[in-house]
């Protein structure tokens, strides 16, 4: 039986269906084809004894100790046969108990390395090894004199070359090339890769932006001559040609379907409920989903907690579907209106111009007004919404870590853990072993 071996899904599953007394799993995490082989023997339960001990804590699916699908099944199919998963939180070593069959292994952090190579099943377990990247122990009845025979252990009959593993030394030449590459490309330190960590899975960056949704703040643009008709000289390139006409719309209200927590609501008939909305009660409303869930870190962006996430994009759909509504009927009004804004404005700019001395053709005027509230109609609002995650350069700034201190609130702070503390306790840590 080979001592050393790669220990993959597939040797899991292998032993645990080759069981016929017990199974004792001790994990962090398995995945999905592991849990589904448990799930098929929780049938025997009575005949067959099975123990699972796991660390059901989030971080263990993160790290990529196991996966949420596998959690999720043992979950249900322990429930289903009144079974109960033990916890331990914290467990970083595998241990599986497989009749006599003892493996003790090294569980692989999968978002940090991929996993050992053996994909297939039906794998003979007990011939010798020939693993290159041995991540576990299968032991037997007498495993210290079998782990001394392993290694050519000194005091033992085995010749180097007959040992399973380390059969040749360690070449300086090899420490020398280890060190000038660490030295050209060094390690991310352990604390800035834990704050690294923390900052991926609990916040992102988010740019969020509305296009086009304050009509009352558009403006016509208008030829300098046609507009400052009244300005004389070289002053009249130098003055903006444009004319703020919808100003009136700020206030008008339009019935849309309304929302509460970004659900749409609905009468005892299931038909929509209505609510009037103007331009500056939308803004008010975007206003206040900004202040909620977004957190503004000067000079770096807006920041805001992936467990904020799902209910923000939530409230952001139901937004940008009634700024979408208002902006249909307030369209719908601007086009009844067209006439008779563009002919109050025609009149005032001409009669601005009369006054100081200058003709305009009304004509030319009123066409040029007219093709720019075409534009001005067809030129719907839109919502841009853009995640990105944080990187590690902005965590190794202390600058940007303050920030995010000061910006959270008390609560954001507390689902971010310690991690300064942490930070700090490494870096302590680090300058006395310095010293």
């Given at each position: 039986m080979s001592t050393f071996c790669e220990v993959s899904d597939a040797v899991l599953i292998e032993l645990i269906r080759k069981a016929k007394k017990r199974v004792v799993l001790v994990t962090p995490g398995v995945y999905l084809r592991v849990a589904q082989t448990l799930a098929e023997r929780f049938k025997e339960l009575g005949r067959l004894h099975i123990t699972i001990v796991?660390?059901?804590d989030e971080e263990v699916c993160r790290i990529g100790y196991g996966d949420?699908?596998?959690?999720?099944?043992?979950?249900?199919?322990?429930?289903?046969?009144?079974?109960?998963l033990m916890s331990q939180p914290g467990l970083r070593v595998g241990v599986l108990l497989a009749d006599d069959t003892t493996l003790v292994w090294s569980p692989t952090p999968r978002a940090i390395e991929a996993p050992p190579g053996?994909?297939?099943?039906?794998?003979?377990?007990?011939?010798?090894?020939?693993?290159?990247?041995?991540?576990?122990?299968?032991?037997?009845?007498?495993?210290?004199?079998?782990?001394?025979?392993?290694?050519s252990a000194a005091g033992t009959d085995t010749l180097p070359d007959e040992a399973e593993i380390g059969k040749s030394p360690v070449k300086p030449s090899q420490v020398i090339n280890t060190l000038n590459e660490l030295e050209k490309n060094p390690p991310i330190p352990v604390d800035l890769a834990r704050i690294t960590r923390v900052f991926s899975t609990k916040l992102q960056f988010v740019e969020f932006t509305v296009k086009?949704?304050?009509?009352?703040?558009?403006?016509?643009?208008?030829?300098?001559?046609?507009?400052?008709?009244?300005?004389k000289g070289e002053l009249q390139g130098l003055i903006e040609s444009k004319l703020r006409a919808f100003g009136e719309f700020r206030d008008d209200e339009i019935e849309v379907n309304a929302y509460i927590?970004?659900?749409?609501?609905?009468?005892?008939?299931?038909?929509?409920?209505?609510?009037?909305?103007?331009?500056?009660s939308l803004e008010r409303q975007r206003t206040d989903i900004e202040r909620r869930y977004l957190y503004n870190i000067p000079g770096f962006g807006r920041l805001i907690a992936k467990d904020d996430k799902q209910e923000f994009e939530k409230l952001i759909k139901a937004y940008e579907t009634q700024l979408k509504d208002h902006s249909k009927g307030i369209r719908a009004k601007l086009k009844q209106q067209a006439d008779k804004i563009i002919k109050e404005a025609v009149e005032v700019i001409v009669e601005r111009a009369r006054r100081g001395g200058s003709t305009l053709d009304k004509d030319q005027l009123s066409k040029e007004l007219t093709d720019n509230l075409i534009r001005a109609k067809e030129e719907e609002p839109?919502?841009?919404?853009?995640?990105?995650?944080?990187?590690?350069?902005?965590?190794?700034?202390?600058?940007?870590?303050?920030?995010?201190?000061?910006?959270?609130?008390?609560?954001?702070?507390?689902q971010l853990g310690q991690w300064t503390k942490d930070f700090d306790a490494a870096e302590a840590a680090v300058a006395q072993q310095n010293k």
């Open positions: 796991l660390d059901p949420a699908a596998a959690l999720k099944l043992l979950n249900e199919e322990a429930q289903k046969n009144n079974f109960a053996n994909t297939t099943s039906g794998l003979d377990l007990f011939s010798p090894s020939t693993s290159l990247a041995p991540n576990g122990l299968m032991l037997g009845t007498d495993p210290g004199e079998q782990l001394a025979k392993a290694v086009r949704a304050l009509l009352s703040r558009m403006q016509l643009t208008l030829s300098k001559k046609l507009l400052n008709a009244d300005i927590n970004g659900e749409p609501t609905f009468d005892s008939s299931r038909l929509p409920l209505k609510i009037r909305v103007s331009e500056a839109g919502v841009l919404l853009v995640f990105k995650d944080v990187t590690y350069e902005q965590t190794k700034s202390l600058e940007f870590r303050e920030k995010v201190e000061k910006a959270l609130p008390k609560n954001k702070r507390q």
